[in-house]
């Protein structure tokens, strides 16, 4: 855990000192909790804050959005589920939008870490803009620090990796998300997770968008 964080504050301090360098941090909270017992409801709160480094040296730290995402899960097997969202995005300097989600995983557990696949769909509409379909695949394992078998109050590791592809008329474009946090199991309700997210947006252009994000999450269930 503390070569984790060192690296995490590394990375933090050459974002700091590089010029022209999108950063922030992504906080994050989620709250679920069963409507019977194969439906399962979910609330989610994240916002960013990115940060820009001009050439006054000075870092802007600046509140940029706030997600509201809204699911409605329901089990079809043992370790997969269907979910249906809407996310409404209030934007600091552009017109709000919503978005409507699909969404289809499964979780593949494993002796000692656990497999989870994302495959998600969504459509977003604006007043200012014109609509953006996307399409996205996520890849990722969690597997304990401290044992074969997570318990309360144990640490464990996450890093997942994500495509996304999007299309808003007449540009469509392609982007990654690699993700490793650490996580704490506090109990059966309660989990942290913090870490890095690292986003190259643009794919198709000659020039890559190269972003990196500090996230901390919260996890709830009642």
């Known amino acids: 855990m503390r070569q984790f964080l060192i690296i995490i504050f590394c990375l933090i301090g050459l974002l700091c000192s590089a010029q022209n360098v999108v950063a922030g941090f992504l906080p994050d909270f989620t709250l679920s909790y069963k409507a019977s017992e194969q439906y399962k409801i979910v609330h989610k709160l994240e916002s960013r804050f990115p940060s820009y480094n001009d050439t006054s040296e000075d870092i802007n730290v600046q509140f940029e959005r706030l997600d509201m995402q809204n699911f409605i899960e329901r089990k079809i097997g043992l370790f997969s589920k ?4 809407y996310q409404y995005r209030i934007k600091d300097s552009a017109a709000d939008e919503h978005r409507f989600i699909q969404q289809f995983s499964w979780t593949d557990n494993l002796t000692a870490f656990r497999i989870g696949h994302r495959l998600r769909s ?4 604006s007043r200012a803009r014109k609509p953006e379909i996307r399409f996205r695949y996520r890849s990722g394992f ?3 620090l401290q044992g074969q078998q997570l318990d309360a109050g144990e640490y464990y590791l996450s890093i997942s990796d994500e495509l996304v592809w999007s299309y808003r008329s007449p540009n469509a474009d392609l982007e990654n998300r690699v993700l490793a946090k650490l ?3 506090i109990n059966d309700k309660n989990k942290i997770e913090w870490g890095l997210e690292w986003r190259l947006e643009e794919l198709f252009l000659e020039k890559v968008n190269h972003q990196l994000w500090v996230g901390l999450s919260w996890y709830k269930a009642l």
């Open 183 to 185: 996580g704490l199991y």
């Open 122 to 125: 969504d459509q977003t509409y």
């Open 82 to 85: 269907l979910s249906l969202g």
């Open 142 to 144: 969690q597997f304990p």
